[in-house]
T-cell receptor, first 113, second 114 residues
């Protein structure tokens, strides 16, 4: 079975704090793709990153960084020096053996000024 | 090209009425998807088109739901005899032939059935 688990329902931090959003996935396929999306209050899903199963190299993009560990089936997302504009719901998703996304239930991040 | 466009953004309807949503994908994308997102959940797959052919429908898509993509361009999703349980955000996405790089999502249509 394929599954994505985001155990953190909601996280609140004060601006400038670092925050890590957890994502654990399940799949039996050896080739798969992991994604993070941001969903602001306006509703659209904004693509943040894609990672394929053969590339465990961590990635940094500005204040965002991602830690992919196949050994623990995790693909965690860290925001450094959070800002109010980072407030949104963040979804982790998996494409594995098909064209369909399997989304987690999302983590609502609230960054307080 | 400004991305995937969905109309209307919001729809409030009375229970039992029919509603239709429209999605205009990115023009060069031949794959189009519909997802449904209920409150507090991640989006769930509803159906998928490759060009004008509807290749898969989820079991979530009851007989009251129908989707079309005439001429492989825009798509419509119709819900007949709406029920309160249909209240959700309906998201459309498109992608080129390979999905390995992810989809581009529209802003969604939020349906409220009263």
């Amino acid at each position: 079975a394929q599954k994505v688990t985001q155990a953190q329902t909601e996280i609140s931090v004060v601006e400038k704090e670092d925050v890590t959003l957890d994502c654990v996935y399940e799949t039996r396929d050896t080739t798969y793709y992991l994604f993070w999306y941001k969903q602001p209050p306006s509703g659209e899903l904004v693509f943040l990153i894609r990672r394929n199963s053969f590339d465990e190299q961590n990635e940094i993009s500005g204040r965002y960084s991602w830690n992919f560990q196949k050994s623990t089936s995790s693909f965690n997302f860290t925001i450094t020096a959070s800002q109010v504009v980072d407030s949104a719901v963040y979804f982790c998703a998996l494409i594995s053996g098909t064209y369909k996304y399997i989304f987690g239930t999302g983590t609502r991040l609230k960054v307080l000024a | 090209d400004t991305g995937v466009s969905q109309n209307p953004r919001h729809k409030i309807t009375k229970r039992g009425q029919n509603v239709t949503f429209r999605c205009d994908p990115i023009s060069e994308h031949n794959r189009l998807y519909w997802y449904r997102q209920t409150l507090g959940q991640g989006p769930e797959f509803l159906t998928y088109f490759q060009n004008e052919a509807q290749l898969e429908k989820s079991r979530l898509l009851s007989d009251r739901f129908s989707a079309e993509r005439p001429k492989g361009s825009f798509s419509t999703l119709e819900i007949q005899r709406t029920e309160q349980g249909d209240s959700a955000m309906y998201l459309c996405a498109s992608s080129p032939k390979t999905t390995n790089y992810g989809y581009t999502f529209g802003s969604g249509t939020r349906l409220t059935v009263v």
